[in-house]
């Protein structure tokens, strides 16, 4: 079992930024993936980054290139994501996932190949 728990949200004006943090407590193991996905009002939750538990390799999503950055700190167990640029349409509430299952060359995207997740935490972006 892995427990999540999200921090790190508020409210942010149109150009600032905001970094989450995903605590991760219970076994993990250095095949896990972590993710970040988001939910807006009224849309559907999409995969947002995602980040190997050893290694260094990193995914996103194209919306968020260039403006986020995903990455993690092994002795603390927490992954972060660091939200620059922020626009009103990430307006969401965001979560961490564990997908544990072994991935090779790709990154899941998929919340069904995710097994554990978060409560979330909810940003908003003014413009």
């Known amino acids: 079992q892995v427990q999540l728990v999200e921090s790190g949200g508020g409210l942010v004006q149109a150009g600032g930024s905001l970094r989450l943090s995903c605590a991760a407590s219970?076994?993990?193991?250095?095949?896990?993936?972590m993710g970040w996905f988001r939910q807006g009002p009224g849309k559907e939750r999409e995969f947002v980054a995602a980040?190997?538990?050893?290694?260094?390799?990193?995914g996103y999503a194209d919306s968020v290139k260039g403006r986020f950055t995903i990455y993690r700190d092994n002795a603390k167990n927490t992954v972060y994501l660091q939200m620059n640029s922020l626009k009103p349409e990430d307006t969401a509430v965001y979560y961490c996932?564990?997908?544990?299952?072994?991935?090779?060359?790709?990154?899941?995207?998929?919340?069904?190949?995710?097994?554990?997740w978060g409560q979330g935490t909810q940003v908003t972006v003014s413009s």
């Open positions: 996932a564990v997908a544990s299952r072994l991935w090779v060359g790709v990154f899941p995207k998929e919340e069904y190949e995710y097994d554990y």
């Open positions: 219970g076994r993990t193991f250095s095949t896990y993936v």
């Open positions: 980040i190997r538990w050893s290694g260094s390799s990193t």
